[in-house]
T-cell receptor, first 116, second 116 residues
């Protein structure tokens, strides 16, 4: 059974701190990893997608890394701001048998609060 | 370009009632998905479709039916709603690139369903 785990479940930090969110997966067949942001009562917004051939992706203050050999991904947020407060979800893509479809398997998320 | 839209945004049902959730996308995506999100559970795949006229079961398909009569629409039906189906339902769509099997999924804003 595929399992994606996120640690910590919740994190509260003061503004300006650099922080790391962790994601681990036990299924070695997961080939790509995607990080999403979810604001309360809203849908998911894709932040970064790391393909199996890559080790990291960067977008602004966000940097995500992927180590398939250890089954780990991290999302690094630099100089955190109150606007970064949200739930961050990681999800791994795994091939669906008999098709080219890559199905997503989600972690339960890390709820981040950045206070002024 | 509206992306992925969902109708309705909120709904309250009584046990045994039926309803249909509508998902529409204007990105010409081949793949569409229905997920449910429950507190502490992350997102779980209910059903998905790899093209017009095709559907397949996901992780938690029981109690739901789907149809993809048009490429841009994916319908999720509850024939006889149960309290266990109280959840937030998200639709997503994607268009995979054959070279990498990378299919970034784009999510709708969600439908919050309560079954009494």
């Amino acid at each position: 059974k595929q399992e994606v785990t996120q640690i910590p479940a919740a994190l509260s930090v003061p503004e300006g701190e650099n922080l790391v969110l962790n994601c681990s997966f036990t299924d070695s067949a997961i080939y790509n990893l995607q990080w999403f942001r979810q604001d309360p009562g809203k849908g998911l917004t894709s932040l970064l997608l790391i393909q199996s051939s890559q080790r990291e992706q960067t977008s602004g203050r966000l940097n995500a890394s992927l180590d398939k050999s250890s089954g780990r991904s991290t999302l690094y947020i630099a100089a955190s701001q109150p606007g970064d407060s949200a739930t961050y979800l990681c999800a791994g893509y795994r091939g669906d048998r008999g098709s080219t479809l890559g199905r997503l398997y989600f972690g339960r998320g890390t709820q981040l609060t950045v206070w002024p | 370009n509206a992306g992925v839209t969902q109708t309705p945004k909120f709904r309250v049902l009584k046990t045994g009632q039926s309803m249909t959730l509508l998902c529409a996308q204007d990105m010409n995506h081949e793949y569409m998905y229905w997920y449910r999100q429950d507190p502490g559970m992350g997102l779980r795949l209910i059903h998905y479709s790899v093209g017009e006229g095709t559907t397949a079961k996901g992780e938690v398909p029981d109690g739901y039916n789907v149809s993809r009569l048009k490429k841009q629409n994916f319908l999720l039906g509850l024939e006889s709603a149960a309290p266990s189906q109280t959840s937030v339902y998200f639709c997503a769509s994607s268009y995979p690139t054959l070279a990498t099997q990378t299919d970034t999924q784009y999510f709708g804003p969600g439908t919050r369903l309560t079954v009494l």
